[in-house]
């Protein structure tokens, strides 16, 4: 499968400051890149949806100008959480894709965010 | 809102034991994923049932597949201690997103 690598692992920041998070697919063309949030002890919960070169598509309830989202290339996607607050602690974890829409999903290590 | 859903369940288990966990899930599907997260860790995807599959194999684990009553199960054979983690069912969504249950919590004890 394919191998996606996440950076940084983990990250404490100041509330009010802006985080990126890299994600990128090493050996595969991803199509679609997915970012996922969750919480201790619950599920993930899919943010936004973007396609190389396209704008995301986000989740309901996800505000997009909070967390912007850049998939420039078929290999780097980043999510970038502006103006963090500590609610916005969480681990983020991306997953890429292939063409096809039921394509195997391959999912990053995950970033854990803190917020102080 | 995201689909997939199973019992929320914390299982503790001896080395050895069997494992099961059920999945339940809305609408239909094409396939049914399951995946499993190491604590603080990401998603290694474990096996993926057909909708016209009822049954499948891989290794120690065995997944069933009920489309009538829209669930799956996901057994552990022979469990041991690197099998400690929590296991999430996934299935897709309009657009096809793939969407993730609330999850089961495993500990084998050694």
Not at chain 2, 35 to 42: I, W
Request: net charge positive; charged share 20%.
């Amino acid at each position: 499968g394919a191998v996606v690598s996440q950076h940084p692992s983990w990250v404490i920041c100041k509330s009010g400051t802006s985080v990126k998070i890299e994600c990128r697919s090493l050996d595969f063309q991803a199509t679609t890149m997915f970012w996922y949030r969750q919480f201790p002890k619950q599920s993930l919960m899919l943010m936004a949806t973007s396609n190389e070169g396209s704008k995301a598509t986000y989740e309901q309830g996800v505000e997009k100008d909070k967390f912007l989202i850049n998939h420039a290339s078929l290999t780097l996607s980043t999510l970038t959480v502006t103006s963090a607050h500590p609610e916005d602690s969480s681990f983020y974890i991306c997953s890429v894709r292939g063409l096809a829409p039921e394509d195997e999903q391959f999912f990053g290590p995950g970033t854990r965010l803190t917020v102080l | 809102s995201q689909q997939g859903e199973e019992d929320p369940q914390a299982l503790s288990i001896q080395e050895g034991e069997n494992a099961t966990m059920n999945c339940s899930y809305k609408t239909s599907i094409n396939n049914l994923q399951w995946y499993r997260q190491n604590s603080g860790r990401g998603l290694v995807h474990l096996i993926l049932i057909r909708s016209n599959e009822r049954e499948k194999h891989s290794g120690r684990l065995r997944v069933t597949l009920d489309t009538s009553k829209k669930s799956s199960s996901l057994l552990i054979t022979a469990s041991r201690a690197a099998d400690t983690a929590s296991y999430f069912c996934a299935t897709y969504y309009g657009n096809n997103r793939l969407a993730f249950g609330k999850g089961n919590q495993v500990v084998v004890i050694p």
